[in-house]
């Protein structure tokens, strides 16, 4: 059989359609030019600040009026952010009832300390932050009609530290809640003893537990709350010697720091340790509350440890 022949034919030059050439440019042709990327940038909705908080646990948006009638705590995971001394105050007594005691005590640069800033330099720029004259604010008020003298730290100056002016706020408070027959209550929140000071810090550590040590001996009651963190003198001290010792969810309790612990104890530690999740299990606290259950917790510990503080 023989092959087919295929042949190719070459199409005419003729036939072939012309190209498409581009228009002349013209002077008044214009062209869309491509927006810049900042300019995509400034669609982007814009929050403003003061509306909004990011949880920095669970990293949902709060809404800051919600996040402040739920007492600074987290509405999705129960995240307590820090709130201050009067914040805390507020939250635990009856409105407009607490005395505050020695509001004008200022710590004094006894050791003239320098170092990157000097202390006065620190002190006069934390006054004016946080509007406190030092890390505590301490009085006498009531809960529910329950006298009780209180102090409670704030860690927005100096990191809650404890110098002169915080052992002796609290010693004062102590003292007169001892003459007046109260109970008393300390919300610590402080990364320790304050270093500016020196020896005089550290000697607030005896100061403040002969104090509580005289107010036990009239059989009178002392609640600690640890928040976070409380950590170092303060923990090896008044926040430690409690009655009761009462803490907040997830809160950092310890006395120093974890790479310390390892490097002296050349162990390894478990995870979460220095919780108050891991601490109530090891007996050093007495009870996790959330903050929007603490003033009715306090209500009934106050009932039963002093029925006669009851005020008339």
Same mark, same amino acid.
């Given at each position: ?5 295929? #042949? ?12 498409? $050439? ?11 030019t491509k927006p810049k990327l900042d300019d995509a940038k400034s ?9 909004? $908080? ?6 949902? +948006? +709060?809404? &800051? ?23 805390? @105050? ?17 710590s004094v640069d006894i050791l003239k300390f320098t170092g990157v800033?000097?202390?006065? &330099?620190? +002190? ?5 932050k946080t509007g406190l004259a030092d890390a505590v604010v301490t ?38 809640? #001892? ?65 009761? @010792? ?28 220095? #919780?108050?999740?891991? +601490? ?33």
């Amino acid at each position: 059989m023989a092959e087919k022949k295929v #042949t190719h034919q070459i199409p005419d030059v003729d036939s072939v359609p012309p190209a498409v $050439t581009p228009p002349e440019h013209t002077a008044d042709t214009t062209f869309a030019t491509k927006p810049k990327l900042d300019d995509a940038k400034s669609r982007k909705r814009e929050i403003p600040e003061g509306l909004w $908080t990011k949880c920095p646990d669970c990293t949902e +948006l +709060l809404y &800051d009026k919600e996040l402040e009638n739920n007492l600074e705590v987290c509405m999705h995971c129960g995240y307590h952010f820090s709130i201050s001394a009067q914040e805390r @105050i507020d939250s635990l007594l009856d409105p407009g009832c607490f005395k505050e005691m020695d509001a004008g005590l200022t710590s004094v640069d006894i050791l003239k300390f320098t170092g990157v800033a000097k202390y006065t &330099d620190k +002190l006069a720029g934390y006054k004016k932050k946080t509007g406190l004259a030092d890390a505590v604010v301490t009085g006498i008020g009531q809960i529910d009609g329950h006298s009780v003298g209180i102090g409670a730290m704030d860690f927005r100056f100096l990191g809650g530290s404890m110098g002169s002016v915080v052992g002796e706020k609290l010693t004062r408070m102590i003292e007169a809640s #001892t003459k007046g027959g109260h109970p008393v209550i300390i919300v610590s929140a402080s990364g320790g003893a304050r270093m500016y000071e020196g020896m005089f810090s550290l000697m607030q550590m005896a100061k403040t537990c002969a104090a509580l040590a005289y107010h036990a001996e009239k059989r009178l009651a002392y609640i600690s709350v640890l928040t976070h963190p409380t950590t170092a003198g303060v923990m090896a001290s008044y926040a430690s010697v409690g009655d009761l @010792i009462l803490a907040e969810p997830g809160a950092m309790i310890g006395f120093a720091g974890p790479r310390v612990i390892k490097d002296t104890t050349q162990a390894e530690l478990p995870p979460g340790f220095q #919780t108050a999740e891991f +601490l109530i299990d090891r007996g050093l606290i007495d009870a996790i509350i959330p903050r929007k259950e603490m003033r009715d917790q306090l209500l009934n510990y106050l009932a039963f440890l002093s029925p006669k503080a009851k005020a008339a």
